[in-house]
């Protein structure tokens, strides 16, 4: 009795001061309560958010890899391939490997315990704590859960959560070594690559030059397409490569010959006198050449003026009726009048003759050719040709040279040898040549002047016409071809560039000039390895990387109705297990009532509500006898008995559990045996109160002392 009473005035005096105004020590009681509990919140919600931002952080970095992927700009790094290629090709896959090893282990770490402390912290089966605890073991160990949810299904969502996100790490191990590679590629660099330059220098000396040689090969050279023609092509003269090791195009240096041939006015033919002359109304005085004969084009190389090639023309010349009576020379011919016949039997024809002066210049410009072949493709700036004739003075014929060594125009012509064609003879002529048996009579066209009536599309009949005196006798003196002033100015550019090339193609000992070397930028290929990003393993890296973002925070987020304020527990480990069922009579009771240790029947054992996490909570509220005693001394010296901690705040539930669990024969607990652990709960109930009471009377003596 008296012992009740004291024990209710200290009740009252424990409300009394539970009423009233804190103790120091009643204060820093409850800060050292609230600071550990305020710690490890604040723990938890850093360590989720950091959780999100590292998934965060590897998403972003995937979509730079995309970023950088489009716009190719990995290709920019180049490592040319030496004997260490595989070397740094094996360290950058390691490295891959490496960093998303590390880095998907830090995820999968900082996932699996906020997730577990989440879990921890909300009241569930207990089943479901193993299951979703034990799918955080491996890849397998969560496929093993999935295949046990068909026998027992407590938790198939968490489970499949786990199985997806270590099934997406897996996907990123995978493609980690082979998202960003070294591929090997034909890069193509400049160089530069020496030339033989095509046109001679200035200090070239021309007149060195055995100009009939060269003239007697040109024509051939020209008129066989099937030789090589490297350096030449119509008018222009190019740079040829010596390196045929790039590719593409390539600009080399090119000179075009630029031609501009005019008609000469205001000449008229003289045959009185000793020598037959052509003079002008202002008084100069040309030498005249043997009347030729029909569709003809011969160079006068008797007159060097200026720049200029001077031919006489007796084609028909494409223009204006006007323009043609200022520019014609009319000229006698003297021919037979029947065939084989050797009478003075002769009559007389008229020939209209045209002086054609073409001036002459040099363009230096660029080509453009084929790397490999020398083949030519283009040019930068072509020699222009002119539309129509038009007329110049023979003022302009004696305007003396403008290029200082003008050797190179008129050398060829004057030393080019006769042509293989029969001499053009008057009838006069021919019968002093069959008198005197000479064969020599006329004006006989050189190689170069056959070469060019070739170009201009003459036939034979036209270049070698039937002769006056013999069975191919004619007296027709009206010429069948017609020369445009284009024709004329491209054919005798493209005469004088092959001469000028078959005099390079001789060399100096053959006659003709040495090339220099000059230089040209090419373009070659070669063999490299760059980093490249391999779109299907990427493609997979990110997807992995933003389911992982959404199951992190399905598994990891904050329950409002729950928040994991609790932190004791949080993980699920063996030594976890081992103090959680010290800790937990009912639990280990209830799972140790299965005889038979199988997976199967210990999960459907465990299948009621726990919350694991208040297991570690010093609150009366929560505490159990356990009816064993241990010597523990309390603050009065009396002899303690220890208790557990098993949240009761309504008992029915841990009762209906119990009563529902399977006997040791299979069958339901009875009605007696319900009775007696009624009891054992009311002996459980008066425990609890004694346990509050001696904390109060500790309280107390505590207050007392202080």
């Known amino acids: 009795m008296p012992t009740s009473i004291s024990s209710q005035s200290a009740l009252q005096d424990e409300a009394t001061l539970l009423d009233g105004h804190p103790s120091m020590s009643d204060s820093v009681t409850i800060v050292k309560e609230w600071l550990p509990h305020r710690i490890s919140s604040l723990f938890s919600i850093s360590l989720r958010w950091t959780c999100y931002c590292l998934h965060a952080v590897l998403i972003a970095l ?34 891959l ?13 900082l996932t699996q315990r906020v997730s577990l402390s989440r879990r921890l912290s909300q009241r569930q089966m207990l089943t479901t704590i193993h ?74 000396d021309y007149i060195g030059f055995d100009w009939d040689t060269i003239s007697s090969l040109a024509p051939s050279v020209g008129n066989f397409s099937g030789l090589g023609h490297a350096g030449l092509t119509n008018g222009i003269v190019y740079d040829v490569l010596l390196d045929n090791t790039g590719i593409g195009n390539v600009t080399v240096n090119a000179t075009s010959i630029s031609s501009d041939c005019a008609l000469v006015a205001g000449l008229n033919y003289n045959a009185t006198g000793s020598a037959d002359t052509i003079w ?28 200029m090639l001077n031919f006489y023309v007796t084609t028909a010349i494409e223009g204006s009726a006007a323009l043609l009576d200022h520019t014609s020379i009319p000229m006698d011919w003297t021919y037979y009048m029947s065939p084989n016949d050797t009478s003075n039997n002769i009559s007389s024809a008229t020939i209209d003759m045209s002086w054609v002066a073409c001036n002459i210049s040099l363009l230096h410009t660029s080509a453009i050719v084929d790397a490999q072949s020398n083949t030519f493709l283009s040019s930068v700036s072509e020699a222009p040709v002119s539309p129509t004739w038009t007329s110049v003075s023979p003022h302009s014929l004696q305007q003396p040279p403008k290029t200082a060594n ?60 039937p002769q006056p005196y013999g069975p191919e006798y004619s007296s027709n003196t009206t010429p069948s071809f017609t020369l445009s002033v284009d024709q004329m100015e491209m054919a005798l550019s493209r005469v004088l560039a092959t001469t000028m090339w078959t005099a390079g193609q001789l060399g100096e000992v053959g006659g003709g000039f040495d090339h220099s070397i000059g230089s040209a930028t090419i373009t070659r290929l070669v063999l490299e390895t760059r980093l490249n990003i391999n779109w299907i393993p990427l493609s997979f890296a990110l997807s992995a990387s933003v389911i992982l973002l959404v199951l992190a925070i399905r598994m990891t987020h904050a329950d409002s109705e729950n928040p994991p304020e609790a932190d004791a527990v949080n993980s699920g480990g063996v030594l976890e297990l081992i103090w959680l069922a010290s800790r937990m009579p009912a639990m280990r009771d209830t799972i140790g009532r299965v005889d038979s240790p199988n997976i199967d029947d210990l999960r459907a054992a465990g299948r009621f509500d726990v919350l694991l996490a208040d297991a570690g909570e010093e609150e009366p509220a929560a505490k159990h006898h356990d009816y064993s005693e241990c010597h523990c001394q309390g603050p009065q010296g009396v002899v303690r008995p220890r208790y557990t ?12 559990t119990i009563i529902h669990q399977l006997s040791d024969d299979g069958e339901p607990i009875s009605e007696s045996d319900s009775v007696g652990l009624e009891i054992k709960r009311v ?5 609890l109160r004694f346990q509050e009471l001696n904390r109060l009377e500790a309280l107390r003596d505590q207050t007392q002392r202080n």
């Open 280 to 307: 002008a109304q202002d008084g100069e005085v040309f030498p005249a050449p043997p009347v030729p004969w029909k569709d003809r084009i011969l160079c006068n190389t008797n007159v060097i003026a200026s720049d």
């Open 62 to 95: 995937h979509l730079c890899l995309v970023g950088l992927a489009v716009r190719h700009t990995e290709h920019s790094v180049v490592v040319p391939i030496t004997s260490r290629s595989s070397v740094l090709t094996a360290a950058l896959s390691a490295s």
């Open 645 to 656: 901690f098993i949240p009761i705040d309504d008992p029915t539930p841990l009762r209906e």
């Open 683 to 687: 002996h459980s109930e008066i425990a």
């Open 406 to 465: 003008s050797s190179w125009l008129w050398g060829p012509w004057s030393s080019a040898p006769l042509a293989d064609v029969s001499a053009i003879c008057s009838a006069s002529e021919e019968s002093e040549a069959f008198s005197t048996s000479s064969g020599e009579c006329g004006y006989q066209p050189s190689m170069l002047d056959a070469y060019l009536m070739q170009l201009l599309g003459m036939n034979a009949s036209q270049i070698n016409p």
């Open 97 to 109: 490997q490496a960093f998303y090893t590390i880095y998907t282990a830090l995820l999968v770490y």
């Open 131 to 204: 299951d979703v605890t034990g799918a955080w073991g491996g890849l397998g160990a969560a496929l093993d859960g999935l295949w046990q949810q068909t026998k027992v299904v407590t938790s198939p969502l968490g489970v499949l959560s786990v199985t997806a996100y270590l099934l997406n790490i897996s996907v990123l191990h995978t493609t980690s070594s082979s998202i960003i590679q070294f591929q090997t590629f034909n890069n193509t660099v400049t160089a530069s690559a020496p030339t033989a330059v095509g046109w001679p220098g200035p200090s070239v």
